[in-house]
């Protein structure tokens, strides 16, 4: 199987038009601002003095070259002179400052030289990953090569160090990153070196630096479950599928797709959202997916969607398909604002922000914040936001030579060419998802095989799908015209997840739903949801499609009681839900995704006589 990389497809219309949008003319002006006040652009100069603010961190490396990226990707599709003039003088005094042995990084270049190497967990192989990502796409978007070569002088270099001499202190990254990015180095360049070395991380983990947190704790042919830091877990599980695909790797192979099930079937939020704990932003146990405490960092979503990308490329099952789809509709694209300008790190499925204050009593327990945020101590979400929208069409589509298909993965507006079987074909796709679930799609090339991904939430054309698609045959010219619906159901979890328990979470197609104090007032949770019917809304004020119905609340609690015997008198009240993505765009107030619900049952038990 094989990708179709967004350099071959434009998007033409619709969200995902709106969003990137967004980005082009906001939110990468936004980061830039926010990084420029707090200095991470500043430390490429290597001016930095005891006594002066902004002190230079480990990763701030990481977090300019995301924003590169990101410019390397809106640029590839229309040039922004003056982003690209920035990103120029940025990469002009890498070139400057790379030490002669091909060695970049500001921070242990600067600030503390003596610790080069020294400690696996500091991030250096993580910004090197990220430089290289970033100078593979500059090139791409511009044909320019300075930062591509002063890349491969850093991979050379590490190489040396690691592989060759292995001087170090430690022999695999902490956190991983560097692994996928050498690929795409690989890909880019031709040499092989570059791809033999991420091998060699992959291989080495796990021998002899023993961690679970980073993933450290077994060979990687050996995993069986997703453990630890969630985004370290995500990029590495991206590397291991990227060298499965390239080797015929089975083995490794194998233990993605254990991986990938042991998050898919038990450690992933109805909104997609990984990494359940603040405690290490990690993994926890099995079905343990708390709502209010939820961590679940954009990064990791964005970690996931990218991980399962890349597993559609060593097998097509619909389950990647969709949990890409439940990301970047749902966890991932609630790290930014409807405005583009503020974000989130940790996205919960539930928010009273009034716990917030218990910080102060109770030792320290964590409530993720109930505002985005313009900038972060760690920074890491705002470019990887900035640098996946930009390159969003990367999903849309994969192909198999062999099979003569072309498998339509997500449903964009968009027009795309590419070659089929060495010969061109093109394709466009007229959507108004998700807003809909009517799609047309046009094809002009020689005889070959379209197969759609039917949402598993779609019935109607279940009887002729395949394994979650259905296949056309087309010639030039061809049409295909499918109207999924988009209905409005209820989901109910595993009783393993005791948090749903007796609960319900709303979705419209594959966007998850949540209510808001805003509209229903605070103490959700004493909401008792007519969930019968709901009826679609335009909310102009915050442009999305919302849905509302009745429900009931407890009429006022006696003043100044704290309990009082049951009285069971309630009142009728109008319940709205918005998408989730799109919650704490207003004032500050409660949120929740998983409610109470009064229910018709579908199937009634017979009389007893």
Not at 241 to 255: H, T, V
Not at 391 to 416: G, P, R
Not at 445 to 473: F, L, M
Not at 551 to 562: D, I, N
Request: net charge negative; glycine share 6%.
């Amino acid at each position: 199987m094989e990708a179709i990389t967004f350099e071959k497809t434009n998007i033409t219309g619709g969200f995902w038009k709106q969003k990137q949008d967004m980005i082009r003319n906001t939110t990468i002006y936004s980061v830039y601002n926010r990084f420029s006040e707090t200095g991470r652009f500043e430390a490429f100069k290597f001016n930095w003095k005891e006594g002066m603010p902004n002190k230079p961190h480990i990763f701030w490396d990481s977090d300019v070259a995301k924003w590169i990226e990101s410019v390397a990707n809106l640029t590839l599709k229309k040039r922004e002179p003056d982003l690209e003039k920035i990103a120029d003088g940025v990469i002009d005094l890498i070139v400057e400052k790379q030490d002669k042995n091909g060695y970049f990084n500001s921070y242990f270049q600067h600030i503390d030289p003596a610790s080069r190497f020294r400690n696996r967990d500091w991030h250096e192989l993580y910004c090197a990953g990220h430089l290289m990502e970033a100078a593979v796409a500059y090139y791409k978007a511009t044909g320019k090569d300075k930062f591509l070569k002063a890349m491969c002088r850093y991979a050379d270099y590490i190489e040396r160090r690691f592989k060759i001499d292995c001087d170090t202190a430690f022999r695999t990254p902490g956190h991983e990153e560097i692994e996928l990015a050498l690929v795409k180095l690989y890909e880019c360049t031709g040499e092989k070196r570059y791809y033999e070395l991420a091998e060699y991380f992959i291989n080495e983990r796990g021998k002899t630096e023993q961690d679970t947190y980073n993933q450290s704790d077994l060979p990687v042919r050996e995993i069986t479950e997703a453990n630890g830091h969630a985004v370290r877990a995500t990029y590495l599980y991206c590397a291991m599928a990227d060298i499965a695909r390239i080797n015929g790797d089975s083995e490794l192979a194998d233990a993605c797709r254990r991986v990938f099930n042991d998050i898919y079937f038990k450690k992933m939020y109805i909104t997609g959202g990984i990494g359940s704990t603040s405690a290490g932003e990690a993994f926890t146990i099995d079905y343990d997916l708390p709502n209010l405490l939820a961590y679940t960092e954009t990064c990791a979503s964005f970690g996931l969607a990218v991980f399962a990308h890349r597993m559609l490329l060593i097998e097509n099952d619909r389950k990647y398909a969709e949990t890409i789809e439940r990301e970047i509709y749902n966890g991932f694209l609630s790290g930014v604002s409807l405005d583009g300008d503020s974000f989130f790190y940790e996205n919960p499925l539930e928010v009273i922000p009034r716990l917030r204050n218990r910080d102060k009593y109770n030792g320290g327990i964590h409530f993720p914040l109930s505002r985005r945020q313009k900038v972060f101590g760690c920074s890491c979400c705002p470019p990887n936001v900035t640098r996946f929208i930009p390159s969003i069409a990367d999903l849309i589509y994969t192909k198999s030579d062999a099979e003569n298909t072309i498998f339509v993965q997500q449903y964009m507006q968009s027009e795309s060419e590419f070659d089929l079987r060495g010969k061109s074909v093109r394709l466009q796709q007229t959507t108004n998802y998700p807003y809909d679930g009517k799609l047309n799609i046009k094809y002009y090339g020689e005889n070959a095989k379209i197969a759609v991904r039917i949402p598993e939430w779609c019935e109607k054309y279940c009887e002729t799908a395949q394994n979650g698609y259905a296949y056309y045959d087309v010639t030039d010219g061809s049409e295909i015209t499918l109207d999924f619906g988009m209905p409005v159901y209820l989901v109910e979890s595993n009783p393993k997840l005791e948090a749903n328990c007796g609960k319900y979470a709303v979705m419209r197609g594959p966007i998850v739903y949540c209510m808001e104090g805003v509209d229903n007032g605070n103490s959700l949770r004493d909401i008792i949801t007519d969930a019968s019917s709901f009826t679609e809304k335009a909310d102009e004020e915050l442009g999305v499609i919302s849905l509302q119905t009745t429900g009931k609340r407890r009429k006022p609690f006696e003043s100044g009681s704290l309990y009082q015997k049951a009285k069971y008198e309630f009142e009728d009240i109008p319940v709205k839900f918005i998408p989730y993505y799109a919650f704490a765009n207003r004032d500050e107030c409660e949120m929740l995704v998983w409610f109470n619900a009064k229910l018709k049952l579908r199937n009634r038990l017979k009389a007893i006589n």
